[in-house]
């Protein structure tokens, strides 16, 4: 599957906050009141980066905690924040960290809770013959990328100290045709469609966007400053239930993988298997195993805004790091998320 970035203000604004009616932040709908009634909206279709909140589901661990889950899919033409900020959804998910700051900047009042991938998916692929493995390699190449993204590798340049004359930017879609017919030296795109980039070959590079230099985070659970205020008790029952699904995942990835094409079968079992593992090093990692899965670094958050400030993100000003995220929820479930 693929997805787009859709992270900066005008995009965001496009995909459905404008039509949210001013003053709706405060006000939950009586679905949203209900006792244990909880629905998160994803930013996308339910897929690989959501096998721990499904196994959450469907092995009982929500409703253990007393909570009645309905996952709220995504796609490309769903609107996010909306849902969230009117009460009909409970939290959210965005793609990745750039969205929650964009909302932030543009006044809605979200906050980050947790964050399921320790960095972006974003990669740009290559073939061996004209390989690209780091930074200084994208100097004289043309570099495919959808224009949603066009941000993404602004930041790269300019974390790179790269002039951008030096670099051929060159709009796509979210085939990889262009790669593979030679119109572009890389292309970007999500590693976890396995399925879309192996048309280009096993023996492809991807060069994911952290090793470039850019620091997110992806899969971001987010909620209202209102819900992070009035509702901590169920947002750290949800979270800490989805810890335990992303726990299980970790020790019998296959087994979870099969839970999740038997509850979403347009899923393809085969790729889903050959992609777990990647799927997993985006979710733990070193920092993991110290403060658990779903955890995010205030600095790094810093980091993010204000290299998106730099390529000019923020049209009507950055958003203070501090509205952005809330630890609160994380500190709640320091002892139930698996430190893995």
């Known amino acids: 599957m693929t997805r787009a970035y859709g992270l900066n203000r005008r995009n965001f604004i496009k995909a459905g906050f404008a039509a949210a009616a001013p003053g709706l932040g405060l006000m939950l709908t009586p679905g949203a009141r209900a006792e244990g009634k909880v629905v998160i909206q994803y930013d996308w279709l339910m897929s690989n980066g959501q096998i721990g909140d499904i196994i959450a589901a469907a092995n009982g661990y929500f409703k253990e905690a007393g909570l009645d889950v309905t996952f709220s899919p995504g796609g490309p033409n769903a609107a996010t924040v909306p849902p969230v900020i009117s009460g009909a959804a409970s939290l959210g998910q965005f793609s990745e960290t750039p969205q929650l700051y964009a909302a932030r900047a543009s006044g809605v009042p979200v906050r980050i809770i947790a964050c399921g991938f320790r960095t972006s998916p974003y990669a740009y692929t290559s073939k061996p013959s004209n390989p690209i493995r780091s930074a200084a390699d994208l100097k004289g190449k043309k570099i495919g990328v959808q224009p949603t993204a066009r941000f993404v590798i602004d930041e790269i340049l300019a974390k790179n100290a790269i002039d951008p004359s030096e670099v051929t930017i060159v709009n796509v879609g979210f085939d990889k045709a262009p790669l ?55 947002l750290t029952k949800f979270i800490s239930a989805v810890g335990k699904g992303w726990a299980f995942v970790h020790a019998n990835p296959q087994d979870a993988v099969k839970k999740m094409v038997e509850t979403y079968p347009e899923l393809d079992l085969g790729w889903e298997q050959k992609t777990i593992d990647l799927i997993l090093k985006l979710s733990f990692d070193a920092t993991t195993a110290k403060d658990g899965w779903g955890t995010f670094d205030a600095a790094s958050v810093e980091e993010q805004l204000a290299l998106l400030d730099k390529v000019g993100q923020f049209p009507n000003g950055k958003p203070a790091a501090a509205d952005c995220y809330s630890t609160r929820i994380l500190e709640a479930t320091a002892a139930d998320r698996p430190k893995l």
């Open 180 to 234: 593979v017919r030679g119109d572009v030296d890389a292309i970007g795109g999500w590693i976890t469609n396995t399925q879309a980039l192996s048309v280009v070959g096993d023996d492809r590079i991807d060069l994911l966007v952290r090793d470039l230099g850019l620091s997110s985070y992806a899969n971001v659970y987010f909620a209202t400053d209102a819900a992070i205020e009035q509702n901590a008790e169920m």
